[in-house]
């Protein structure tokens, strides 16, 4: 019998914050980015490969919590050509948040922004910081992890500055970026299967490959591959059940 298990942490997974100004947005669970012309090629018959069809690219995308820019004072960032940046109405948004650095030069490249957010993740978890989905034009988020099953203080989030003359407009509700919890990475190692767990694997996979043959829709890609729901089926059972057997 092959068998796959679903293993469940004990540990509460809470990830709790606060905000340095009351009206600040909370922390929201992230959204897809679909577009309009996915979704018309996605409900042609037969549909065409979109890559919300893709379970793995949906919870990428929907992995973690957003973080906002909650400020009432919106900015525009201006890109210069030694490198760093001009900052519009950074004196009203000082003064609103009481923060004389809240948008600041971070190095050579790079700027950063005190988003409001204090985080506190579970003992030996921490955040990963990584893009939203869904940015205003131009802002790219740096990828990070910060200690917070430590840290205390708010959350500084860099970004790359953008080409001389490129513009970033910040608004109250526009998207940062997004904070994954993840384990601390000194608690994991890598290792090759052992002969029998490889087997293991081999046995499901060739499972998985006979199912598939017999799994309803289908939709072919742009090269000529063909695609079914076998991976969602294998997920909600693995969710349900916690395991995948063959006799």
């Given at each position: 019998?092959?068998?796959?298990?679903?293993?469940?942490?004990?540990?509460?997974?809470?990830?709790?914050?606060?905000?340095?100004?009351?009206?600040?947005?909370?922390?929201?669970?992230?959204?897809?980015?679909?577009?309009?012309?996915?979704?018309?090629?996605?409900?042609?018959?037969?549909?065409?490969?979109?890559?919300?069809?893709?379970?793995?690219w949906v919870d990428g995308q929907t992995a973690g919590w957003t973080l906002f820019y909650g400020f009432?004072?919106?900015?525009?960032?201006?890109?210069?050509?030694?490198?760093?940046?001009?900052?519009?109405?950074?004196?009203?948004?000082?003064?609103?948040?009481?923060q004389p650095h809240i948008v600041s030069q971070f190095a050579q490249g790079h700027f950063g922004i005190g988003c409001g957010y204090t985080l506190q993740t579970p003992p030996g978890f921490v955040s990963l910081i990584i893009p939203a989905t869904r940015p205003p034009a131009g802002l790219s988020a740096l990828t990070a992890v910060i200690e917070t099953d430590w840290y205390p203080r708010q959350l500084f989030l860099v970004f790359h500055i953008p080409p001389p003359g490129v513009q970033i407009f910040l608004d109250r509700g526009m998207e940062l970026a997004r904070v994954v919890i993840a384990p601390r990475q000194e608690q994991w190692e890598a290792r090759p299967f052992t002969p029998d767990e490889l087997a293991d694997?081999?046995?499901?996979?060739?499972?998985?490959?006979?199912?598939?043959k017999t799994t309803p829709t289908r939709w072919t890609s742009a090269s000529g591959d063909q695609f079914t729901h076998l991976y969602k089926q294998w997920s909600a059972r693995n969710k349900s059940g916690g395991e995948q057997e063959k006799g």
């Open positions: 019998m092959w068998r796959i298990s679903n293993l469940q942490s004990p540990i509460s997974m809470i990830l709790k914050f606060a905000k340095s100004v009351p009206y600040l947005p909370d922390p929201a669970r992230s959204r897809p980015h679909v577009t309009a012309a996915d979704k018309g090629r996605g409900s042609a018959a037969p549909p065409h490969a979109v890559p919300y069809h893709c379970k793995p009432l004072t919106p900015i525009t960032i201006t890109g210069k050509a030694n490198g760093t940046i001009e900052v519009t109405n950074l004196e009203m948004l000082t003064r609103e948040t009481q694997i081999n046995a499901l996979e060739q499972q998985y490959l006979d199912e598939e």
